[in-house]
Nanobody, 123 residues
């Protein structure tokens, strides 16, 4: 099985920064794309950013210029550096990854979600 452990959430004042981590472990051949999402109370889950194994990143307009996604392939870990935080960034932040798992002589793609980490920005 594949496990995702997120960390780095917490309480921060408006204008502050946080760095989230998502460590992936388990039995898999490779990690393809790594994503960050968030879900605020009463709202749908929102895509924030993704990054390929080669390091190409995409961002939602709502966080472009403030958030930076990165990954350490050797550590199977994704990061989300969040700067200039404001109250609207308060949410549970989730990591989502695509992994390739060998199945006999072929492989299959699976996706997994982390358990989420709470980020609260006080104004």
């Amino acid at each position: 099985q594949v496990q995702l452990v997120e960390s780095g959430g917490g309480l921060v004042q408006a204008g502050g920064s946080l760095r989230l981590s998502c460590a992936v472990s388990g039995r898999f051949f490779s990690i393809t794309v790594m994503n960050w999402y968030r879900q605020a109370p009463g709202k749908q889950r929102e895509f924030l950013a993704d990054i390929t194994s080669g390091g190409s990143a995409n961002y939602a307009d709502s966080v472009k210029g403030r958030f930076t996604i990165s990954r350490d392939n050797a550590k199977n870990t994704a990061y989300l550096q969040m700067n200039s935080l404001n109250a609207e960034d308060t949410a549970v932040y989730y990591c989502h990854v695509g992994v390739r798992i060998l199945t006999g002589i072929s492989s299959s793609l699976y996706s997994y979600w982390g358990q989420g980490t709470q980020v609260t920005v006080s104004s």
